[in-house]
């Protein structure tokens, strides 16, 4: 008898372990991938001009989002100078470039888990008449393709395709 209560025992154990190694492995298959973006950055050839109206390099900014709320409502020198205390907890990531006119680049990157929004801003001179700003929704597990285009005095975002080429595009 106490041999059969060991083995039972021992079989009962086993048994554990395999179900919490089980639970834990279907954990990390069921997991969804991480959300990425796949943003592409043209210029205009006429981009930002100075005073005597020559196209100039401009910097760009890329926030990764939790809420795009704050980003929405934000001024721009605020956002600019401040922009980790004014988005807080709303911002997991941050990168920031110079494009010059007439040029285009392609940023690819992995997103939080908690990202939901991609926000740009554009430092042009002219801000008063300038579109700045832009933002786009991103799914949860999936590849997100985003052109942006900066004009003359504009920013403008939409959710592109993957067409084949270098890193989506």
Known sequence: ??????????????????????????????????????????????????????????VVRVYALKSDDTFNNADFFALYEQDTSILGGDMTSRDEMDIPPGESI?????????????????????LDNAVWRGRIETPLDKTTYIDVTLGKASLSIKKGEKKGGFLGF
Request: aromatic share 4%; hydrophobic share 50%; proline share 5%.
């Open 106 to 126: 392609t940023i690819e990157k992995e997103l939080n888990i908690d990202a939901r929004y991609i926000g740009i801003i554009a430092a042009y001179r002219d």
């Open 1 to 58: 008898m106490n041999i059969k209560r060991r083995v039972f025992l021992a079989a009962g154990v086993v048994l554990s372990g395999l179900l919490i190694a089980g639970c834990a492995t279907t954990a990390k298959i069921m997991a969804p991938d991480p959300a990425k973006v796949v943003i592409r950055i043209s210029s205009s050839a006429d981009l930002n001009p100075d005073m005597m109206g020559r196209a100039s390099p401009i």
